[in-house]
């Protein structure tokens, strides 16, 4: 609750003025206002225009040249409305005349405009010139008349542009954004600590709102439009700064935190650990194994990611992590995104642990009522040690004995969301999340920021590259002989379906016609399997043992084998509709094979057409296996929100700031925030603001 002191000061911040208190908004305008998120004179004021024109110089109709933007001052000396041949399509033509000359000027279905535009009226047209048999013209030109208002925030200058909010219309806009502008004053509250402004060299924060959205004449309309001008990159600096500051405080105050339990390691533990060790560890894995021991030695809880690519061996290492846990009476827990995924680390973890004296369970949605009834009982009394499962592990009624390590695998989208799930259930263990979807940079510095990073560098050893095929569908026959050479040799091969959620059914019937006639007419010598994900979770189990096993040689399936799955004697995918996955969906489904030591091939045959995206992403793929580069191009093509994809994405709502554009200004805020949070030294406004405004501004939920 704010205290009456601090909601005098509230109100009295001309910012927070509701914009329905400007001249000239009124209730409607508001209202419109409001559903584009714009309540008070700040929400609009950082809603910076997204593009500028420089209209301040005017060109004679003479001097245009076809294929440039131009602005003309004219008069109109002729318009009519022409209906075409095709119902109801209308044209306006006007002729727009100077002392240098005539254009014309084309307006397509805004038959409207024969009202405004009226013969002998002064206008602004802003435009492309075009070239076509006649002659030049405009096409669809901006206008602004010059007999209505003639303030100087729309002509002569460079010209801001906003996004359109509902009928408030762009000149509207600026001139409310003018109104704005005066109505705070010369004197506004900035929350970037005095001295770290001045280090930087970042301009105070009135004079940045004032230049982002009326800047000087002379100001370079391309930097402007690449939002590197001072005040466009200090408005961008504060709101990235302000969001790492919410970030280093909380990550501050777990720092402060303790377990309720201490977890301590010696050489017996180390003893424990050799002793189920079925290889060497790689020195990635030693180096990662270490940070993450050193972390749980500590007396608050970790909060660590763990990235390695497809393939590097993070699971071992999470594993070690449970015994050091296990060793110090706690239990563990091992969460799997899919039930597929978990049952194999079920089944992985138990094989290892079978010389100990931990007892491994396995808990997904399909265990059945008596037994998860019994199983309950085992958590609750602390007789299972390692329990392994779906994400409901944390979610659902269970309740552990003594929980000192969650390990969360291949989940780049448990965020702080999950994480205060934890809390909220008065669980503080230790908290380790796997990912083989390398983070690029930018993304890291979200939702992750409050985390500690350890990175598994390398592959284990004896690793065979994996050739990357990209092929037109119609060359399916030659694939199929790649296939058969694979699989005389021993070899096994994945079959990959896209299942998109609208056509399901489609897409279920063409994998299953497909594995009918990959068994029946290509490869009758071999055994073909279908796994999908509408099939019981036995027939699951089922398919995926045999494959295993070997005993299915080829596997027709749709992206539930997408992560995690690990069957070394694949060596072969052919992924059908490659055009139609993501890149990193690609990158995770691709890093199914090489595991083993032979080569391995990926195909990703595409239908035509394709789009360029998806070209582009085809060729991604085939350039490289790395996946950190993979990472960074998925997300320059897709942008940061379809990476993560939406949902619980933990992604902040940024007014002025771009997570791929502005990289460099989110790391350097990064790091200020840091160290000013570290240091101890956040101002009396700054901790109201990480304190209490922080979730709201960036729209981040908060429990607790
Ligand atoms: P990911 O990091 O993708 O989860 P996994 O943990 O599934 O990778 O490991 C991939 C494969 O590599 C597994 O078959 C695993 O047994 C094997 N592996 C892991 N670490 C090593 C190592 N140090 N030496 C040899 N093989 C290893
Ligand atoms: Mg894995």
């Not at 985390?451 to 690793?463: C, E, H, K, Y």
């Amino acid at each position: 609750m704010a205290s009456s002191s601090e909601r005098a000061s509230r109100e009295l911040d001309p910012l927070l003025t509701p914009l329905q208190f400007l001249k000239g908004v009124g209730p409607r305008k508001s209202a419109d206002l409001k559903r584009a998120g714009l309540v008070t004179v700040e929400d609009l004021l950082y809603r910076l225009p997204f593009r500028y024109e420089d209209r301040s110089r005017m060109q004679p109709i003479a001097t245009l040249r076809p294929g440039a933007k131009a602005a003309v001052l004219g008069e109109i000396k002729s318009a009519n409305v022409v209906v075409t041949r095709r119902r109801g399509f209308k044209i306006f033509h006007a002729v727009l005349g100077d002392a240098s000359g005539a254009i014309r000027c084309t307006w397509m279905n805004q038959p409207f405009l024969a009202d405004i535009l009226k013969p002998h009226l002064a206008v602004i047209v802003f435009g492309d010139v075009k070239l076509d048999s006649s002659g030049l013209h405009f096409l669809n030109p901006e206008y602004e008349l010059m007999s209505d208002d003639q303030s100087a925030v729309r002509t002569g200058r460079i010209v801001p542009f906003y996004e359109k909010t509902g009928t408030v219309t762009p000149n509207m806009q600026r001139r409310i954004v003018r109104q704005a502008l005066d109505h705070i004053g010369e004197d506004v509250r900035d929350l970037l600590p005095a001295d770290l402004r001045q280090r930087l060299d970042l301009m105070p924060r009135r004079q940045a709102l004032e230049e982002a959205h009326f800047p000087d004449a002379d100001a370079a309309v391309e930097t402007l439009n690449a939002f590197r001008t001072p005040a466009q990159r200090r408005l961008i600096f504060e709101e990235f700064f302000l969001y790492q500051a919410g970030h280093a405080w909380r990550r501050h105050a777990a720092s402060a935190e303790h377990k309720p339990f201490a977890v301590a390691v010696d050489d017996r533990i180390r003893a424990s650990a050799a002793q189920v060790l079925p290889f060497k560890l790689t020195p990635g894995q030693r180096e990662a194994l270490k940070e993450i021991v050193q972390n749980m030695c500590r007396p608050s809880p970790m909060h660590r990611l763990l990235q390695g690519d497809v393939g590097a061996g993070k699971t071992i290492v999470a594993l070690l992590a449970a015994i050091v846990a296990m060793e110090n009476g706690l239990q563990a827990a091992f969460m799997a995104p899919t039930e597929i995924l978990a049952v194999q680390h079920f089944k992985t973890l138990a094989r290892l642990l079978a010389p100990t004296r931990f007892r491994v369970d396995l808990l997904t949605g399909s265990t059945p009522g008596l037994q998860k009834h019994t199983l309950l009982a085992h958590i609750e009394r602390g007789t299972t040690n390692l329990l392994v499962g779906t994400h409901a592990l944390v979610q659902e009624q269970i309740h552990f004995h003594r929980l000192g390590l969650v390990v969360i695998d291949e989940q780049h989208r448990f965020g702080v969301a999950q994480r205060a799930a934890l809390q909220a259930k008065g669980l503080r263990p230790d908290v380790l999340l796997m990912t083989a979807t390398p983070i690029p940079r930018t993304l890291a510095l979200t939702d992750y920021s409050e985390l500690d990073v350890s990175r598994i560098a390398g592959l284990p050893p004896g690793r065979r590259p994996i050739r990357t095929w990209v092929k037109p569908e119609s060359r399916r026959d030659e694939i199929y002989q790649l296939m058969r050479e694979q699989l005389d040799a021993g070899r096994q091969a994945y079959v990959i379906y896209p299942l998109v959620e609208e056509s399901e059914k489609i897409d279920l019937r063409s994998a299953t016609e497909m594995a009918d006639h990959l068994q029946n007419e290509v490869f009758p010598a071999f055994r073909v399997a279908l796994l999908h994900g509408r099939m019981k979770q036995d027939a699951k189990d089922q398919v995926m043992q045999a494959f295993v096993a070997g005993a299915v040689h080829v596997l027709v399936s749709t992206t539930v084998v997408e992560v995690g799955v690990d069957v070394p004697n694949a060596s072969i995918m052919v992924v059908e509709h490659a055009e139609r996955f993501g890149l990193s969906q690609l990158h995770q489904l691709r890093g199914r094979v090489g595991r083993g030591v032979w080569d391995s091939h990926c195909v990703l045959l595409y239908q035509s057409p394709w789009t360029d995206d998806a070209r582009e992403r085809l060729k991604a793929m085939s350039d490289t296996t790395d996946g950190f580069v993979i990472a960074e191009r998925d997300l320059a093509l897709r942008g940061p929100g379809d990476f993560f994809g939406t949902r619980q994405s933990g992604l902040p709502q940024l007014r002025t700031g771009d997570l791929v554009r502005d990289q460099a200004i989110m790391e350097e805020a990064h790091g200020e925030a840091r160290r000013l949070v570290d240091a101890d030294a956040l101002t009396p406004d700054l901790r109201t603001f990480v304190a209490r405004d922080w979730p709201q501004q960036f729209g981040l939920i908060e429990v607790g």
